[in-house]
């Protein structure tokens, strides 16, 4: 009978920066977008013209022109800053664990885990960029705008709580040929909001949301070379709190849990030099929720610029094989399979939110857009489905291990992008062709240690790692019609791709010391 217990605390500041307000930009032939051009007109890329925003701010100038915009202003005031986000973060928490072991075969553990969190976003002025002040129209409690200088809340000024209790029980049985694990778990998670920008300033508190746990599997030895296993699991997963409570204080009137349906089986077979396992997988990934940037120039800059989706499913399923081979006490072969067949089931519905603007480009609150997205058929992108390892290990004098692994992977689909999938109201005007697969690839790394002699007491081992040995270049990620790098036509090709290459070959070395 143990009880193990840990209070902790955990907190942090942090936050990016970006502009606000209106930015003179340029484009690529340095034309200005002023009182009769808009920067987009030519030609990519465009640059801020920071000179220029540091000029409007400290002229004299009643009235200037950003993009054919006028933007009228008094002495002093800035059209155009910079500014920070803020996120501050603290948490308390408590995990308890009580074990009892009630024979050698069956061994029990009972738990809670309890948090509680204060999280708190706001932007703040950065640099004035030559002016003396900006009028922030953001917060509802100045409605003919609000004098700021540095330092000052600007944008939006939030905080949010987020209460989580949590209790479970486990357990494992083991006994002759038979090896079994089961749990349950229980947990509640309550959230928070209050919108300081608000006339109510009122704090908003949603209904607890709960989620259930279970999960269990078995191992049965049907001989000393062959044994079988099954898995089993349901598990639900609470909705983050952008999609329970909205930025404009609205709670949700039956947010759904995130669900996951998972069952595995496969068995196992091990005689003399050689050993296989092979198993087969499938789950149900229900209710998803996900966030995405939105397409470059649809929203203002920052991190605001999301779309918070829900009601994404998901299917995987494949299959696993692994085995190895001791062909000699040197020499060592491994292979490993992985097919893999991942698909969203159904299309999703995401909430797009954004800084809402007055005619002279100033940020007066936010707005929200619900957009459709047409991802039935969809493969799962951001992974390769399918796997192949082969493996040569090496042990010619005692302490010196070498190995060698080829990985070769294919069906490598592009992530889908947001801005071709959406579509309102009818689904006919839906994208609905299959994102584009990467090129399979191949990379092969190097592993090498070696044990030396003992000293003081001391285990001491060398090591040398190259990774990617052979400089393979190859797509590891990819966007499918990317929001920033797609051109041409809209084909669900390689041009309307971003792709993120793989890391050249590279090594580490060093010396391990235990003690």
């Known amino acids: ?81 910079l500014r920070n986000s803020i996120n501050r973060q603290n948490t308390i928490g408590l995990i308890s664990k009580f074990n009892l ?10 738990g809670v885990d309890w948090r509680m969190a204060g999280i708190e976003h706001a932007r703040e002025v950065r640099d004035l960029m030559g002016g003396d002040y ?19 809340i600007i944008a939006y000024h939030n905080e949010t709580t987020v209460d989580w209790i949590g209790f479970f029980a486990q357990g494992n049985y083991t006994a002759g040929p038979i090896s079994a694990y089961g749990m349950a778990g229980f947990s509640s998670i309550a959230y928070s909001y209050q919108d300081h920008f608000t006339v109510a300033d009122e704090k908003i508190v949603a209904d607890p949301i709960s989620t259930m746990q279970f999960k269990g599997g078995a191992m049965f030895d049907l001989n000393e070379s062959m044994s079988v296993f099954a898995n089993f699991g349901l598990s639900e997963k609470p909705p983050i709190m952008d999609n329970v409570i909205y930025f404009d204080g609205t709670v949700a009137s039956d947010p759904a849990n995130e669900k996951f349906q998972s069952m595995e089986a496969g068995a196992n077979y091990s005689s003399g030099m050689f050993a296989v396992k092979t198993s087969y997988y499938n789950t149900d990934w229900q209710d998803r929720n996900l966030t995405k940037a939105v397409t470059s120039g649809q929203g203002s800059s920052g991190d605001t610029d999301v779309i918070f989706l ?21 020499l ?27 005619e002279q480009g100033q940020v007066i609150g936010q707005t929200s857009t619900t957009y459709n997205y047409a991802l039935d058929g969809l493969f799962v992108g951001d992974m390769p489905q399918t796997g192949y390892v082969m493996g040569i290990t090496l042990t010619p004098i005692s302490g010196l291990r070498a190995q060698v692994l ?38 092969m790394d190097v592993h090498v240690t070696y044990d030396l002699p003992s000293m003081g007491g001391l285990n001491l081992q060398v090591f040398a790692h190259v990774f990617n040995a ?3 270049v190859y797509v590891q990620d990819a966007v499918d019609h990317s929001q920033y790098n797609s051109y041409g036509d809209k084909v669900h090709a390689a041009h309307n791709a971003e792709v993120f290459l793989g890391i050249p070959r590279y090594f580490n070395a060093g010396l391990t010391v235990r003690f």
């Open 101 to 110: 072991d009630m024979s050698d075969a069956l061994k029990l553990q009972l």
């Open 134 to 152: 900006y009028i922030d129209f953001a917060d509802d409690n100045y409605s003919s705008g609000k004098q700021v200088k540095l330092g000052d």
């Open 310 to 330: 829900s009601g994404i499913n998901q299917n995987h399923s494949g299959i696993e094989v692994e085995a190895s081979a001791q062909l000699m006490s040197m």
């Open 1 to 81: 009978m143990r009880l193990s217990s840990i209070l902790y605390w955990s907190g942090g500041s942090g936050g990016g920066t970006g502009t606000y307000g209106k930015i003179p930009t340029m484009d690529a032939d340095e034309n200005l977008g002023d009182d009769d051009y808009k920067f987009y007109y030519g030609r990519s890329p465009w640059v801020r013209d920071w000179d220029a925003l540091i000029t409007m701010n400290s002229g004299s100038d009643a009235t200037v022109y950003v993009d054919k915009t006028a933007l009228s202003r008094d002495p002093g005031q800035s059209v155009g800053i």
């Open 406 to 443: 080829y990985n070769m992977y294919d069906k490598n689909y592009s992530d889908w992008g947001p801005s071709a999938r959406e579509y309102s109201g009818n689904d006919s005007d839906a994208d609905r062709a299959q994102v584009w697969q990467a090129p399979g690839y191949s990379k």
């Open 470 to 472: 052979l400089d393979d």
């Open 332 to 358: 060592r072969f491994d292979a490993a399979v992985s097919l893999g067949n991942w698909k969203f089931v159904g299309d999703a519905s995401g909430n797009y939110q954004e800084d809402e603007f007055n």
